[in-house]
């Protein structure tokens, strides 16, 4: 993600899974043992390797062990790692900027290509700084620009710039394409490279070059970044005795949030309820669940599938407070991920109206693996499907009723797909 998340809106699962994904796992374990050894691993302590790491965020270090044998059946027949070896020492010797290369910079370079090759956009290697970057993000806490960034037909795109933001402020909006970030093209970037280039510190300034639907061509949008502290749960009760709840994000704060917003839901009566989730890029998966939990009383929240033959169903949590009150969800293009399974949920369900725009498609999971110098590896390892066995990813859900909001609305600050939401309400 942008400066909110370090990649596009996803679920992710808060235990660290203990999934052993073959194939990659062992490449890396390989990397691993060629870069620190048996050795080492056992007389070093993981967690002062890690604290060392995360606190300097830098490159440090020397490669131990280089030609160690690889372990008994972790390579097919028809892979030689030698060649990994070699071409490391062909860099070594004759590439032209010798002072530019260092055994860390190599090496991390070298995880990020093994872990890109399997195709998948979410599935990514983070080096520690940018591990680090990733959970203040899932906290809430970070310096940026306010906006969540995403992959989609192969260009970086803004997935969701947060209400009140420097984003925000500067113009931007939930599907502008990214050409270019301080005159670097974005053409090759993976999505955490691109949140890599426009972190950065409060106060200084980052420049995006933005293609826009109806743009003749790019335009520069000079951004100066900030603290970003953003509580993903806010309410009102308006005058027409409609309660608004608004999630902006699946994080740390949202489940403790969003069960105090239910609870004033219940203790206002109000006639019903909008649950306004768009430009909500996600988080995690739990706080999916408590939250459409709150209107579906038992069943099938989502169905995470490993394969056809491989699921996992997420039940209800069983509370339901909100199941009587009538209940529109609005979605635009922005609402991706976690606020998918909601919407989806809501939807098959029958407990809500959608309204809006088709959402992103954002529908996987990842998984976090910490590795043991502060770095990590974020891996897809399942689809979600809602109640009724619909795929969300790539695919999005559907409004029931599609309503748009045109830059015009926007300019005139009107909001037709509210003004839907209530209208639909009042009839009710």
């Not at 070699?86 to 530019?100: F, G, I, P, R, S």
Request: no cysteine; glycine share 8%; hydrophobic share 40%.
């Amino acid at each position: 993600m942008d400066n909110f998340q370090t990649s596009a809106p996803e679920p992710i699962i808060k235990k660290r899974s203990a999934r052993k994904i073959i194939g990659l796992a062992a490449l890396i374990i390989v990397l691993l043992l060629a870069a620190f050894g048996g050795g080492m691993l056992l007389a070093q302590k993981s967690e002062l390797i890690k604290s060392l790491s995360l606190k300097e965020a830098d490159y440090a270090g020397s490669i131990y062990n280089k030609y160690v044998t690889a372990p008994a059946n972790k390579l097919t027949q028809d892979v030689d790692f030698n060649l990994f070896w070699q071409t490391w020492d062909l860099l070594k010797e004759k590439y032209v900027d010798q002072n530019k290369l260092t055994d860390k910079t190599m090496f991390y370079g070298a995880l990020k290509g093994l872990v890109d090759s399997v195709g998948d956009p979410y599935t990514v290697f983070m080096e520690p700084k940018v591990a680090k970057e990733f959970s203040n993000d899932l906290a809430g806490t970070f310096e940026g620009i306010g906006a969540e960034i995403g992959k989609k037909n192969d260009m970086i795109t803004i997935v969701a710039p947060l209400a009140d933001m420097p984003a925000e402020k500067a113009g931007l909006k939930s599907g502008d394409r990214i050409y270019a970030i301080n005159g670097k093209s974005t053409a090759d970037l993976a999505v955490d490279e691109a949140v890599s280039l426009i972190r950065g510190p409060k106060n200084t300034e980052v420049t995006l070059t933005i293609f826009r639907d109806g743009f003749e061509k790019p335009k520069d949008y000079k951004i100066t970044r900030q603290v970003i502290l953003v509580k993903s749960v806010k309410t009102e009760m308006r005058d027409d005795k409609i309660f608004v709840i608004t999630i902006s994000n699946f994080n740390d704060d949202t489940s403790g949030l969003f069960k105090q917003a239910a609870q004033k839901a219940v203790e206002l009566n109000p006639k019903g309820i909008i649950l306004d989730l768009r430009n909500n890029p996600g988080g995690y998966l739990d706080t999916a669940v408590d939250v459409a939990s709150e209107w579906i009383a038992s069943g099938v929240i989502v169905t995470e599938q490993f394969s056809p033959e491989n699921k996992n169903e997420y039940l209800s949590r069983g509370r339901a407070r909100l199941k009587d009150f009538p209940t529109v969800v609005l979605v635009n293009q922005g609402s991706a991920s976690a606020s998918e399974i909601v919407s989806g949920a809501l939807k098959d369900d029958g407990k809500a109206n959608i309204v809006g725009k088709k959402t992103f498609g954002k529908g996987s999971v990842q998984t976090l693996e910490d590795l043991q110098d502060g770095s990590s590896v974020k891996i897809t390892v399942a689809k979600w499907l809602t109640p009724k066995g619909y795929n969300i990813n790539e695919q999005g859900i559907t409004p029931d009723v599609e309503v748009d909001l045109t830059d015009e609305d926007y300019n005139a600050n009107k909001d037709p797909q509210m003004d839907k939401a209530v209208e639909i309400l009042n009839k009710k």
